[in-house]
């Protein structure tokens, strides 16, 4: 299901070069599903420069938080209803804990993390975040993300690529992801529990 939504969204805009980039990392912040790095990775292993790989990360990064600031005003003017339609209940508590416990630092953690970006910007938006520390969290966190994306394969995309096709790398791979991916989910389920605790 989520691929049929997504395909068909990063087959448009590769078609749009950075322009593209743009319209899917904008959207994504705010609303659409497709996440930006689908684009963000082929554009980059395909880059004839060290210029084009910073263009590329400069326009997901600037457009992702722009699109942000349009989730904020979604948060902003629905209100809890649009996260309580969209988001589960424990997602809800979770974003909540977020907002409260670390502020800016939380949207730092979802801009540079899988978190849903687009839900803690309509979260920042309905508790009237301070918009500036928002746009900065955003734009040090999606610049750490798309930056880390275009300085390893941009430097080690060809390796990278021969990798891939190495059965003994997709293990090794899958099991630092997972050694990260235990502690991180442990840490997002904590949230909603330390919601209920207080």
């Known amino acids: 299901m989520f691929k049929e939504i997504t395909d068909p969204i990063i087959e448009w805009a590769g078609e749009w070069g950075l322009l593209g980039l743009a319209a899917v990392s904008a959207s994504e912040a705010a609303f659409q599903p497709a996440p930006p790095d689908l684009l963000v990775i082929p554009m980059v292993l395909g880059a ?29 003017y629905a209100g809890r209803p649009i996260l309580e339609r969209f988001a589960s209940d424990a997602t809800v508590a979770r974003l909540d804990t977020l907002m409260v416990r670390y502020g800016s630092a939380g949207i730092f953690l979802a801009a540079v993390s899988p978190i849903p970006y687009k839900a803690l910007a309509w979260a920042a938006g309905a508790s ?38 190495d059965p003994l790398a997709w293990l090794v791979g899958g099991f630092l992801g997972l050694l990260l991916f235990i502690p991180v989910m442990g840490w997002w389920t904590g949230l909603a529990e330390a919601t209920d605790s207080e």
């Open 48 to 76: 004839d420069s060290s210029l084009d790989i910073l263009a590329i990360v400069l326009v997901a990064t600037i457009s992702s938080v722009v699109g942000a600031v349009g989730g904020y005003g979604i948060g902003a």
């Open 128 to 165: 009237r975040m301070d918009l500036r520390l928002f746009v900065v969290a955003g734009l040090f966190g999606r610049g750490i993300r798309f930056g880390m994306e275009g300085l390893v394969l941009g430097i080690w995309g060809e390796e990278f690529l021969g990798l891939m096709k």
